[in-house]
């Protein structure tokens, strides 16, 4: 069978939404490239983590402030280890707020939802709020939301959709994260 010529991209948006999901490693890593990227191209970037918190040291972050990147580190950590979920959710819930006041400022070139699928899938910020105010953006303002299992609302407004699949992981062999590799 012979192969097809590439279709030929022939229109320009402002602005597109991206997601990157699937229960493989580098979901955030590859939004970050994406966030120097656009920072090279002397846009304005927001990051908003919605899991890690400041006790989680992502080796990203620290390069990208110095470059300019506005970078808010709200979420309480894993959920995992909390011992007070109803303050974890309220956390969650006030990087949603940020979140929401950053795309609609209309102020970035790209804003970043680290992990917001995650409290998304809890229904601790609603699916369908969270695919609302990114279908609504500011015509200028790219999203990228990062995350497992991303919701059907969310990947339903994304014009780009990734998932990164897991064939095989070093932590599944007892091996430990390791800084300036996996964070």
């Known amino acids: 069978m012979p192969l097809q010529a590439p279709?030929?991209?022939?229109?320009?948006?402002?602005?597109?939404?991206?997601?990157?999901?699937?229960?493989?490693?580098?979901?955030?890593?590859?939004?970050?490239?994406?966030?120097?990227?656009?920072?090279?191209?002397?846009?304005?970037?927001?990051?908003?983590?919605?899991?890690?918190?400041?006790?989680?040291?992502?080796?990203?972050?620290?390069?990208?402030?110095?470059?300019?990147?506005?970078?808010?580190?709200?979420?309480?950590?894993?959920?995992w280890d909390s011992t007070d979920m109803e303050r974890t959710e309220a956390i969650a819930r006030e990087a949603w707020r940020v979140a929401q006041q950053k795309i609609r400022s209309g102020d970035y070139g790209l804003v970043v939802l680290d992990e917001v699928t995650y409290?998304?899938?809890?229904?601790?910020?609603?699916?369908?709020?969270?695919?609302?105010?990114?279908?609504?953006?500011?015509?200028?303002?790219?999203?990228?939301?990062?995350?497992r299992d991303a919701p059907p609302q969310l990947i339903a407004v994304a014009d780009t959709v990734t998932e990164m699949r897991k064939q095989k992981h070093a932590f599944d062999r007892g091996i430990r994260a390791i800084r300036g590799i996996d964070f």
């Open 7 to 79: 279709l030929r991209a022939s229109r320009k948006a402002a602005s597109v939404v991206i997601v990157n999901t699937g229960d493989g490693k580098g979901k955030s890593t590859a939004a970050f490239g994406t966030a120097l990227r656009a920072v090279a191209r002397g846009w304005k970037v927001c990051v908003i983590q919605f899991v890690k918190s400041d006790r989680w040291k992502v080796g990203e972050r620290d390069s990208a402030m110095r470059l300019g990147v506005e970078w808010w580190t709200i979420g309480d950590g894993f959920t």
């Open 119 to 147: 409290p998304m899938n809890w229904g601790w910020i609603p699916a369908e709020e969270v695919s609302a105010v990114v279908a609504g953006r500011p015509a200028s303002v790219n999203v990228i939301a990062t995350g």
